[in-house]
């Protein structure tokens, strides 16, 4: 069984950073396909970005040049540097994982972006 435990959110002024940090358990996530979604009030879940087993990555257009995703496989953590960040970035961020035919997310963590 996969759990994803999300950490690193919080408040931050616009133009400055925080990591996310996704902590998976269970095997095989050196083979898993991983991303970063978020959710802002009244909207609908989006994806942020994704990064294959084999590291290559994609972004939304509104995080291009201000996030990075990258992954650790020996730890089995995948991560969200997240750069330059607007009031628009504030949601509740959440990891999935995807194995073997099936997907898993994580519980999210808030990020606040005051103006």
């Known amino acids: 069984q996969v759990r994803l435990v999300e950490s690193g959110g919080g408040l931050v002024q616009a133009g400055g950073s925080l990591r996310l940090s996704c902590a998976a358990s269970?095997?095989?996530?050196?083979?898993?396909?991983m991303a970063w979604y978020r959710q802002a009030p009244g909207k609908l879940r989006e994806l942020v970005a994704t990064i294959s087993s084999g590291g290559s990555t994609n972004y939304a257009d509104s995080v291009k040049g201000r996030f990075t995703v990258s992954r650790d496989n020996a730890k089995s953590t995948v991560y969200l540097q997240m750069n330059s960040l607007k009031p628009e970035d504030t949601a509740v961020y959440y990891c999935k994982e995807c194995i073997f035919g099936s997907c898993y997310w994580g519980q999210g963590t808030q990020v606040t972006v005051s103006s």
């Open positions: 269970g095997s095989g996530f050196s083979i898993a396909a």
